[in-house]
Structure formats: C-alpha cells, structure tokens
C-alpha cells in the first residue's frame, strides 16, 4: 500500500509537465527549450517554471517556445517575444532596469522614511507640562494612603 501511494504522489510530481509529445526530436533544440522554459514563470502558477508546471496555459507556453524555437529564433528573440506577450512578470529573473531598481527600493525607502519621521515627530512634540505642587488636602489625603 505504502508503495502504492508513493508511486501515485509522483505521478503527480512536476518531473511530468513536459509531455512527450511536446518534445522536439532535435537534442540541441530541446536543450534550449529546457533552459528557456525554466526561466518563464508560469502564469497561472505564479512562481513555478513553465517546464515544471501542470497548467494547460504553461503547455501551451511551452509548444510556442519550441514552435519559436523551429522558426529559427534566437534564445533573446523567444525571451523577448514572451516578454511582449506577457510582461517582463513572465520572467524568473528580470533584467536589470531603473524601474525595477525603483520597485525594489521603494518599501526600504518607505520605511526608513516612516521610521525617520515617527523618530522626528517624538523628539519634537512639545513636553507635558508638570504639574502643579499638591495643596494641603491632596497633601494629607497622599500621605494617609501612603502610610497605610
């Protein structure tokens, strides 16, 4: 039973997403493929490569990949002709830009901002004043109970 189950669990394992038939009978071309699509993000799966994801969409993904791949295109063509299609979301490891230099520093930025302006507003608020000297009453009534 115990092997049962194992076998079943990987059948559901990512080690099947690229089905048979999706491959190309070129061994230099599938290699490429493989590369390239471990470095597409699967859209439905968020952060799973198109190679190793179940998703009908990341299937279809991968048979334009070779399809592309077939036509003649370049590793940087393919890349760039998801990334027109899709995003530059679609890639695992986005490509060096001011923009995503900004996205990056914006919540370090955002806090460091906050902390420095919380920090700001505590040291400059204006001090409680001190009370006054207790009368004769309140004196008495605070030495009774701190007597007791």
Do not use: H
């Amino acid at each position: 039973m115990k092997y049962i189950l194992v076998f079943l669990m990987m059948l559901g394992s990512p080690a099947f997403a690229v089905e048979p038939g999706e491959m190309l009978d070129d061994p230099v071309l599938e290699e490429r493929a493989r590369v390239l699509s471990k470095g597409l993000r699967c859209p439905v799966c968020r952060n799973e490569n198109i190679d190793d994801s179940n998703a009908a969409l990341a299937a279809d993904m991968r048979v334009l990949l070779r399809e592309r791949l077939t036509m003649g295109d370049t590793d940087e063509e393919v890349l760039q002709f998801f990334v027109s299609r899709y995003g530059e979301f679609i890639l695992l490891k986005p490509t060096f830009s001011m923009t995503n230099l900004l996205l990056w520093l914006t919540g370090p930025l955002a806090i460091l901002l906050g902390g420095g302006g919380a920090l700001y507003y505590v040291r400059t608020r204006p001090k409680k004043e001190q009370d006054e000297e207790l009368d004769p009453d309140e004196a008495e009534k605070l030495a009774s109970l701190l007597q007791d």
